[in-house]
């Protein structure tokens, strides 16, 4: 799993030559002069210097660090990533260096974004959640070119457009947003769901 926060997530006590190396070691999945081998190959990988490794996490920036906790999710060549927020502390290029690990590892990739770019690049099939509950869920094409929820027509509308003969003219939404603060004694409702299109579906209840 990658976590939003790398900072939070990096021991400030441990190198991140070690970090990376922890779950490694842990498996045994190689000794400790592999284990180092490994690591220079997955900080280059993820576009970092293997002289890095003797660092410690406050010595690297915000989007090195998260380059960091990726590198140690790929230690153990894992079938599928959870990865909440992942690419949001790096730069346009690193995204994109990143986001072709998937097809080099071949690994799958449950993403948690708010970055509509990145999700409609990474994602086959993009499950659109408002206040803990998903009110939108198809193909990347249904959602993105066909969305049909509220919600997730003012995700899109709010997706900056770089070619001008392409903007639209936008509504500005002044309705109040719902809490997402549930009492202890609150019990979800059973929710419906229409179906919009071959494995697209959206809540209607």
């Given at each position: 799993?990658?976590?939003?926060?790398?900072?939070?997530?990096?021991?400030?006590?441990?190198r991140?030559?070690?970090?990376?190396?922890e779950p490694?070691?842990?498996?045994?999945?190689?000794?400790?002069?592999?284990?180092?081998?490994?690591?220079?190959e997955l900080?280059?990988?993820v576009g970092?210097?293997?002289?890095?490794?003797?660092?410690?996490?406050?010595?690297?920036?915000?989007?090195?660090?998260?380059?960091?906790?990726?590198?140690?999710a790929?230690?153990?060549?894992?079938?599928?990533?959870?990865?909440d927020?992942?690419?949001?502390?790096?730069?346009?290029?690193?995204?994109a260096?990143?986001?072709?690990?998937?097809?080099?590892?071949?690994?799958?990739?449950l993403?948690?974004?708010?970055?509509?770019?990145?999700v409609?690049r990474?994602?086959?099939?993009?499950?659109?959640?408002?206040?803990?509950e998903i009110?939108?869920i198809?193909?990347?094409?249904?959602?993105?070119e066909?969305p049909q929820?509220?919600y997730?027509?003012?995700?899109?509308?709010a997706?900056?457009?770089?070619d001008?003969?392409?903007?639209?003219?936008?509504?500005?939404?002044?309705d109040?947003?719902?809490?997402?603060f549930?009492?202890?004694?609150?019990v979800?409702p059973?929710?419906?769901?229409?179906?919009?299109?071959?494995?697209?579906?959206?809540?209607?209840?």
């Amino acid at each position: 799993m990658i976590v939003q926060d790398p900072f939070e997530s990096l021991n400030p006590r441990i190198r991140i030559g070690n970090a990376v190396a922890e779950p490694i070691v842990t498996h045994g999945l190689a000794d400790a002069a592999e284990a180092k081998k490994r690591v220079a190959e997955l900080l280059e990988r993820v576009g970092l210097s293997a002289s890095m490794a003797d660092r410690f996490p406050h010595e690297f920036s915000g989007g090195q660090r998260q380059r960091v906790c990726i590198a140690r999710a790929l230690a153990l060549e894992p079938k599928l990533i959870i990865a909440d927020q992942s690419v949001s502390a790096l730069d346009v290029s690193v995204k994109a260096q990143v986001i072709d690990l998937q097809e080099e590892y071949g690994l799958g990739y449950l993403f948690i974004s708010h970055d509509m770019a990145v999700v409609e690049r990474i994602s086959h099939r993009v499950a659109v959640m408002y206040l803990g509950e998903i009110v939108e869920i198809g193909s990347r094409q249904a959602v993105f070119e066909n969305p049909q929820h509220v919600y997730t027509k003012r995700v899109m509308a709010a997706v900056p457009i770089a070619d001008p003969s392409r903007r639209q003219s936008r509504r500005i939404s002044n309705d109040e947003i719902k809490s997402p603060f549930r009492p202890a004694d609150y019990v979800p409702p059973k929710r419906s769901y229409q179906r919009a299109g071959e494995g697209h579906f959206v809540q209607v209840a």
